[in-house]
């Protein structure tokens, strides 16, 4: 098999258990990798070599016996640094636990472990996962592959970034406010944000202190690759009740609703003037559009049925006030004195410290808005929108707690940094599964993806709509140098 860099984590697997590859041989040629592209990505950013080669060895030991660990086994694979891995550092990008060694694995690095994957690194994200951009103190910037200046997104920056250059199998990201979905897009890889609830999140220190076992409302954990059938691979590994729960829950996620591109009911949703998105992005998602036309599949052009700025009323404060969980004491009281000051009219510190009574007048409009969107796809299937206003944008790390400093570039005008928050709302406030595909570039050879939506517990559809849609449009590019 030549170009084992860039090919499915699937293929990988088959290549192992076929013996055209050992795993320890792969595990090597991803480590030279890293060792090579490394340093201009700086995507990986912690390794635990000892360990994995000891676990490749047994990988090897078993194929020679005819037995197999899983659907990953032999792969290397890496984890976004939120993600609890025994026996690694997991910081979280932040210094307040930095030197914290976890002593057992994520139940989700555990589920990636017993399908046979091994995890050779960790990837790195921002401070607490709480930017769109991925740097920190402890392991400085990540670029992306596609062009050096510019950021991978954020906050599963490093794990689309490693997978876009070449230099893992598999990843597993979260996200809540795109954290999967914007490194997809701006790194031309797939990723997929799960229904909320299914996969678990134990072991995640994305603001928690390693440990905690509170649960973080519209947080998730999801696959990212270089292949559409990686998400269905990942989603197969991932999905299921928690420990706690596994005595008597079960999942049983529906078959998409469609197999083919001819058999789905598309709605299309690719601008608003509530959060305007570049015309060279709109372009690119019209061809999309053209070519699953041209292959019979009903397109309808129409939004979804609660608009942009009224979920964003719902999203935003409700999203602030679980950020708000992760401020340190000393900060959070500055924020409860500011909601004072602020007063009825509200505003950020008021965002991040609302009260239990108020978040639940809140939550009982997001369960209305849930029943709406439910209503909606009765008749549509997926409902494809952008993933964000821009392609990857120039890095930016300026201060900006309030998102009033930076700004976004869209057809030549500064428009505010939060709309990057804007097209991710949707799926997130209504617990919706979402799937990004790269689907062509900018001029300037940026990577574009799109967001593909689909109902709730209907992940399955939202992944074979973006395996149909490689078919036709193409998939995964390789980034040019990697």
Request: aromatic share 8%; charged share 20%.
């Amino acid at each position: 098999m030549t170009d084992l860099a860039f090919c499915s984590a699937g293929e990988l697997a088959a290549a192992v258990a076929t013996k055209e590859v050992s795993s320890v041989e792969l595990l090597d040629y991803y480590l030279t990798r890293v060792d090579q592209f490394g340093p201009q990505v700086n995507a990986i950013i912690a390794r635990d070599e000892e360990t994995a080669k000891a676990a490749a060895r047994e990988a090897d030991r078993k194929t020679s016996g005819g037995e197999s660990l899983g659907p990953l086994h032999g792969v290397p694979v890496t984890i976004k640094d939120s993600l609890e891995v025994a026996g690694m550092r997991t910081t979280g990008g932040s210094e307040r636990w930095g030197h914290h060694v976890s002593t057992t694995d994520a139940e989700a690095v555990a589920r990636l472990k017993n399908a046979g994957a091994i995890v050779f690194g960790k990837s790195n994200l921002p401070a607490d996962a709480r930017d769109w951009q991925t740097y920190n103190e402890i392991y400085g910037t990540t670029n992306n592959p596609w062009d050096l200046t510019r950021g991978p997104g954020g906050s599963s920056g490093g794990s689309a970034a490693a997978l876009a250059a070449g230099l893992t199998g598999l990843e597993l990201g979260g996200d809540t406010a795109g954290s999967i979905r914007v490194p997809a897009h701006f790194c031309g890889i797939y990723g997929l944000r799960p229904s909320f609830g299914i996969v678990p999140r134990q072991g995640s220190v994305s603001g928690h202190a390693p440990g905690s076992l509170a649960e973080f409302d519209m947080a998730v954990l999801g696959p990212l690759g270089r292949h559409a059938d990686d998400l269905d691979l990942g989603l197969d590994l991932l999905a299921g009740p928690d420990r706690d729960n596994a005595p008597a829950w079960r999942l049983n996620l529906p078959r998409s609703r469609a197999g083919n591109l001819r058999e789905f009911r598309v709605a299309a949703w690719i601008d608003d003037p509530f959060c305007p998105v570049d015309r060279e992005l709109v372009a690119v998602m019209e061809a999309t559009l053209a070519a699953v036309r041209s292959e019979g599949t009903m397109v309808v052009e129409r939004g979804g049925p609660i608009g942009l700025e009224e979920t964003m009323a719902l999203y935003q404060p409700l999203l602030m006030a679980q950020s708000g969980l992760v401020e340190p004491e000393e900060s959070y009281t500055g924020l409860v004195e500011l909601a004072a000051a602020e007063g009825i009219s509200g505003g950020f510190g008021s965002d991040l410290t609302v009260r239990f009574r108020a978040w639940h007048a809140l939550d009982e409009r997001r369960q209305h808005s849930r029943r709406r969107w439910n209503e909606f796809f009765r008749d549509i299937d997926v409902l494809v929108c952008p993933v964000s206003p821009t392609a990857a944008f120039p890095h930016d790390q300026r201060p900006d707690p309030g998102w009033s400093v930076r700004t976004l570039r869209v057809d030549g005008s500064d428009r505010p940094y939060r709309e990057m928050l804007t097209w991710m709302a949707p799926s997130a406030l209504n617990h919706l599964p979402a799937a990004v595909a790269p689907i062509g570039t900018t001029r300037d050879g940026l990577p574009i993806g799109i967001q593909v939506i689909a109902p709730y517990l209907h992940d399955r559809t939202a992944v074979r709509f973006v395996q149909c849609l490689a078919e036709v449009v193409g998939g995964f590019r390789r980034p040019p140098g990697f």
